[in-house]
């Protein structure tokens, strides 16, 4: 048994570090690792995990431990949360997982997640377990990504268990294969789908009209009521009731178009129930009326102490923005971030400290990338959805590093330069045209200003200002990562 063998070995090595993580508490040489990253995972781990600094000899054997790839992140959890220094604190089931909360998710627990593992363990399923479940999710191994560690598993002893139960998202995905496409599921598209729903980039909505309409889906040429009866069984699990089928198709023939009656469907009592069954999100309704103009305004840079000015703003007006942010601001201005998010306004990464993308190397781009996208996740529960390049420098290299749409724009204010509200206000309300994507810069007080004017002029010519993705869906065809944006006029 390879497995058993290896867990008896590491079980072996815990035990050695057992007995150093009882110790004297010394100030640690924070500053003599070499790799910082490891060295705060495990400084971490003795916080969250024990509730105390770790002692010199102990962190120095973990930081060994995985610095020399000897150990994998999953394993370390197992020396602390089986140790013999956490085992007699006699912790009760709830203390239990809101620590692995705390140490593995680096969050407080949510009342559903909460319910569903404590009722594991008061329905008998073992710790080991539970904190296997715990290091399998994809929560953890974000952390882990964080630390720059390798993520590993625990395995439990005399059981076999090389896969996971499948989630009720992966099941969500899988049926609608079935339903909407007539087949199963291929492991890439299962697996990319799921991904956006696990992480809160799609709603049920939005995978709806992924498969709905789909080009697979579109060139079977469905007739209006094949396309209501695809409909039924996808959405709501039945067969068309002969009065329902007959009212959809009737509106079908006298005009209303296909993604209005999948909207219909979508916000229906019903698809609400399959959706809280599959604990998805059903998503929100779209306002926007591809009919009437629409323009995207973009701000670079924040956000900063004149941001929350720009929100007020624009949700007087209804309006929302694409905030394109650094991660040092972003650190600064959470709270700010996930206003912005809930306002409908979307986040998009513009470096962690702004330097110019094309003098990097790959992976100095993307360290620029993923430390910002932290921050975002951080207070929106989403990652960026879009990129901008500091100084709309991009070449090649950049384009397919970043692994996000890269979005340029239409109507350069000059703003930063300037800083003048008018000279601000006139560059757009004077180019202003449907489809534009405007650059503006919400760290500035003279750029707030001009906005405050701006948003609601828009608004009275007519104007609906919607973020990039948003523009991208009604005036294009979507963004796909990798590909340069400047306008969809
Ligand atoms: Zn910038």
């Known amino acids: ?134 290091v399998d999710s994809q929560e953890f191994s974000n952390l882990c990504s964080r630390f720059g560690i390798i993520k590993g598993t625990i395995e439990i002893p005399g059981q076999e268990q090389p896969t996971q139960p499948e989630s009720l998202i992966t099941q969500f995905v899988k049926r609608l294969y079935v339903k909407a496409l007539g087949r199963d599921a291929d492991e890439a598209g299962l697996q990319s789908w799921s991904r956006c729903l696990e992480s809160g980039e799609a709603t049920g909505r939005e995978v709806v009209r992924g498969f709905v309409f789909s080009k697979e889906c579109k060139d079977k040429k469905l007739s209006n009521a094949d396309f209501v009866e695809m409909l039924y069984q996808a959405l709501f699990d039945r067969s068309a009731d002969a009065e329902g089928a007959k009212s959809w198709s009737k509106a079908l023939s006298k005009g209303m178009t296909r ?41 670079d840079d924040g956000p900063g102490v004149y941001t929350s000015r720009l929100l007020d703003c624009l949700e007087n007006n209804n309006a929302k923005a694409t905030f394109f942010v650094v991660g040092t601001n972003a650190a600064n201005y959470q709270s700010v971030m996930k206003r912005a998010f809930d306002l409908g306004c979307e986040i998009g990464n513009h470096t962690y400290n702004h330097p110019t993308l094309t003098r990097l190397s790959v992976a100095d781009i993307q360290s620029q990338i993923n430390r910002t996208n932290q921050y975002i996740k951080k207070a929106t529960g989403s990652n960026a959805t879009v990129m901008r390049p500091p100084g709309g ?70 104007y609906q200002l919607v973020t990039v993705s948003e523009l991208a869906q009604y005036r294009g065809s979507g963004l796909s990562s990798g590909s340069v944006y400047y306008s969809f006029r």
């Open 393 to 462: 420098a991009w070449n090649n290299t950049v384009k397919s590093a970043v692994g996000l749409p890269v979005i340029l724009w239409s109507i350069d204010t000059r703003d930063w330069e300037t800083r003048n509200a008018q000279s601000t206000i006139n560059s757009v309300l004077k180019n202003v045209k449907d489809g534009d994507i405007v650059l503006m810069h919400d760290i500035h007080k003279q750029s707030v200003d001009a906005a405050e004017v701006i948003i609601p002029e828009l608004v009275k010519r007519g």
């Open 259 to 299: 993604e209005e009656i999948c909207d219909g469907f979508i916000f229906s009592p019903e698809f609400a129930a399959l959706c809280s069954k599959y604990g998805i999100e059903v998503g929100k309704k779209s306002s926007i009326d591809p009919n009437k103009p629409m323009v995207a305004l973009t701000f």
């Open 1 to 134: 048994m390879r497995m058993r063998k290896k867990l008896a070995a590491w079980l072996c090595l815990i035990t050695v570090m057992a007995a150093s993580i009882v110790g004297p508490l010394k100030a640690d040489a924070a500053g003599s690792y070499e790799n910082q990253e490891v060295y705060s995972f495990v400084q971490r781990m003795y916080e969250k995990v024990l509730g105390r600094g770790g002692d010199p000899e102990g962190i120095d054997g973990w930081y060994q431990q995985l610095v020399s790839g000897q150990n994998t992140g999953a394993q370390i959890v197992y020396g602390f949360v089986f140790s013999e220094e956490f085992i007699k604190k006699s912790y009760g089931d709830a203390d239990f997982v809101h620590i692995l909360y705390r140490a593995l998710f680096d969050r407080e627990a949510d009342a559903t997640g909460f319910a569903a593992w404590t009722g594991k363990l008061s329905g008998g399923e073992s710790r080991l377990s539970v904190c296997k479940g715990f």
